[in-house]
């Protein structure tokens, strides 16, 4: 599999609430770059990683860690 690569999460803010994100890298295409995916993001590409030939690995390590900032109470679900 090839990208994408789980960077880190990170807080944005909408109406003074916390969204959490996390941070994916694409290293190996033509344009190179980060993106910021939510919750429902993480889990749609993760469904369609196979037939785009992306890192499912990632998307999990991804997902786990923004469920669990989630719970931590810091962010919401999106």
Not at 38 to 59: G, H, M, P, V, W
Not at 67 to 74: P, V
Request: hydrophobic share 35%; glycine share 4%; aromatic share 8%.
């Amino acid at each position: 599999m090839t990208d994408p690569y789980f960077i880190r999460i990170k807080k944005v803010y909408d109406l003074q609430k916390p969204i959490i994100k996390a941070v994916m890298e694409w290293k190996e295409v033509n344009t190179r770059g980060e993106m910021s995916l939510t919750l429902k993001n993480l889990k749609f590409r993760l469904s369609q990683a196979d037939s785009i030939n992306e890192n499912k690995e990632e998307y999990l390590k991804a997902i786990n860690k923004v469920e669990k900032e989630i719970e931590r109470g810091s962010g919401r679900i999106i």
